[in-house]
């Protein structure tokens, strides 16, 4: 193979997929360019596949393949390896064969036993988002046999919250339902925080990957008002999320009235309750010729 580049380009020699040790000599022509060749051994069905030259220079890159086949051969899959992957993440199965004459390639979803892609040539490839592990079926066949190889995709989920409750106002004594449901696997934990660090009476569902803690406050309290944390934890990761409770009560009373002179009359504001003072009400009596707030 002779390869045209200036400045002289890097070669790199792969078979399926995967770089070989070059054991080939590489001779430079008068003309600059380069002249190189890999010798194949077919020693048995291992070495039939995708082989191919990768050449790159700072200016790009270049590649030329072939497939070197046996006269007569059953189909052969190299392995597949396992991967293990983030739930909804993106994932890309490469299935590389060779055989001779007329190959045919199949991925087949193992669980639903279907046909998920199809060609006549190495690789084959199947792009998936999955949200469950799977395992998923390369298949090679021609009039010579046929051949499989399975390939188990592990899918990872890490912690996080799905829903929590809403911010809410609330009056006083009134009830109020709390939840928190978060998913994850590796040992979720899952938790529920409250503005004074109480304990509160929550049941726990699991449900798969799932959790949920739900729980009632019985005639709720000012101590109830604030802020609630629901915190999920596993081996990959952890999330939080907050949701408000405010607890509206009767504003408080005013403590002390001041009187400047005859026409200013002032007062410190009162603690409103938790929800806006929309007027005060002012009562002048009078009591034996004094005027009486």
Known sequence: MTIYSDPVAQIDIYKDN???VLNNQINFLPSGDIFTHY???LTNMNDTGLYEYRAKNSFGSISYSKHINIEGQKPFIQ????????IGEEFILACYASGQPNLQLKWIDQTTKQILNTSFTSPMFLTLTNTK???YICQANNQYGEDFKDVYITIKIPAKILSITSNKTIKVNET?????LAEGDNELELSLKNPLSKDLNLIQIKN?????????IKSIQMSDNGLYEC????????????FEIIVQNVPDRIEQIFIENSNKIYWIKPFDGNSKILKYILRILYKQGRKII
């Open 231 to 242: 915190y999920a934890k596993n081996n990959y990761s952890e999330d939080r999320k907050v």
């Open 133 to 135: 592990s799977n395992v």
């Open 39 to 41: 010798k194949i051994n």
């Open 208 to 216: 798969d990957y799932k959790k949920k803690l739900s729980g009632i």
């Open 176 to 180: 109020l339902d709390i939840s928190c």
């Open 18 to 20: 995967k770089q070989l």
């Open 79 to 86: 392995t597949i390896l396992n991967q293990t992957i983030f």
